[in-house]
């Protein structure tokens, strides 16, 4: 250890409300040192504040000393700053400042803040979605070796996010991020770096079965596909979804009983099937249970249940589907009030993720003036964004 770190340790431990202010005094004249002690000096508090109001302040002054670290474009400390800005650590939440934060380290070409910068691109986080943009900061962080960026970029090959998708490519992100993890847990780590490199590789080991599920899926659904081979996908695709917990593998398995596609229909075990997904944390199950209510589909028809799954759905993860489902709730008044200027919000979150069907059903809402001036025209605009986007509906409008 840092005989400085040691010194200023010491110097906590014998009088910890003294050594904080002198600790504070030399992280203002420069010294870096004393910082990543008085911020460990300050979780520690927090966690033995006897008031939340006593918390809070103790967070104002982690917030304050971090903040003398970022003057200083150190890369750790300007994104910490930006993660408590974003959180509202300390302050208010600020995502635009988190942001800037977060930028400052990325120009610095600290391989985190690229990463940082990548995540708010594709989350939308301080500016506005650009998919493009977040695979670029992904890529230029995966060419550094950093395997959290390899398996984001994974990630956006496998949903097509600014790039068609494309199955093989996120097998091969995965591949170079299991390489990069496996090399460094053969190093020198502190248990907090080999936790975390651990949890990456079980990542990517839950990201593969998800693309073993899709491929199954799609070799079942297959009919040019031998039977013998299209048997094998569903045995194996039972299997995933059975003994390994995969939850893309039982929400293909509650589609193909809905849908009664290569099994018989059969709607009870379908929800059984998305209910597993759900429990897994799967918010397009959660979309596709709260359906299931709205038409009473393999259960009774219950609107409230419908619209609790949907707005469960919509606040574990943005779904958009799950948004777009809830501004139809807030529409038509199934399991909560008619609120037009609700609906019409909760259109405008899901079709900023590309949602046909959130455009058309925006286009409804000018179309009759619902919550909004009747406007023929801006109705068009959006049905014809609707129809571009794969929502057949939206050509009767046109």
């Known amino acids: 250890m840092n005989e400085s770190i040691q010194k200023y340790q010491t110097l906590l431990s014998e009088n910890p409300a003294k050594a904080e202010k002198q600790l504070y005094k030399l992280a203002k004249k420069g010294d870096l040192q004393a910082l990543p002690v008085l911020n460990e000096y300050y979780e520690k ?23 003398l670290g970022a003057a200083q474009n150190d890369p750790y400390w300007l994104i910490l700053v930006g993660e408590m800005y974003r959180y509202g ?12 934060y977060y930028e400052k380290a990325a ?41 959290e960026a390899m398996i984001l970029a994974a990630y956006q090959y496998e949903n097509g996010k600014g790039v068609n998708i ?5 097998l091969e992100w995965l591949a170079r991020a ?29 990201k593969r079965k998800h693309y073993e599920s899709v491929t ?26 059975h003994e390994k917990g995969d939850s893309r593998a039982q929400v293909s398995m509650g589609i193909l009983y809905e849908e009664g596609k290569f099994v018989g229909q059969d709607e009870r075990k379908a929800l059984e099937y998305y209910r597993m997904a759900a429990e897994n944390g799967s918010t397009g199950a959660m979309n596709n249970i709260g359906n299931f209510y709205l038409h009473g589909k393999g259960v009774a028809k219950d609107y409230g249940k419908a619209f609790a799954w949907y707005q469960k759905a919509a606040d574990l993860s943005g779904n958009a589907a799950a948004e777009c489902s809830l501004g139809m709730c807030y529409q038509y008044g199934y399991g909560t009030k008619i609120d037009y200027e609700k609906a019409r919000s909760f259109y405008v979150l899901s079709a ?13 809402l000018y179309e009759q003036g619902l919550g909004v001036p009747q406007d023929i025209r801006i109705a068009k605009q959006y049905f014809g964004e609707a129809l571009h986007r794969g929502c057949r509906e939206a050509a009767f409008k046109l």
């Open 107 to 147: 120009a610095l070409e600290d391989v985190d803040g690229i990463v940082k910068v990548g995540r708010a691109y594709l989350n939308g986080i301080g500016v506005p979605t650009d998919y493009q943009k977040s695979l670029h900061f992904f890529e230029t962080a995966a060419d550094r070796d950093n395997p």
């Open 178 to 206: 299991e390489r990069s993890c496996q090399l460094r847990l053969k190093g020198e780590l502190s248990e907090k770096e080999r936790n975390y490199y651990e949890s990456l590789l079980q990542d990517v080991d839950n």
């Open 45 to 67: 508090s927090v966690t033995e504040a006897g008031t939340p109001k006593e918390a809070a302040k103790i967070r104002q002054k982690a917030l304050k000393a971090a903040l």
């Open 352 to 364: 900023k993720q590309g949602l046909g069907l959130a455009y058309y059903r925006l286009g409804l």
């Open 216 to 241: 199954c899926a799609e070799l079942i659904g297959s009919e040019s596909c031998p039977m013998e081979q299209r048997q094998k996908a569903f045995a194996r695709l039972s299997e995933l979804a």
């Open 89 to 100: 650590v300390g302050t208010a939440k600020d995502e635009k400042k988190a942001f800037s």
């Open 166 to 170: 494309d199955y093989e490519k996120p």
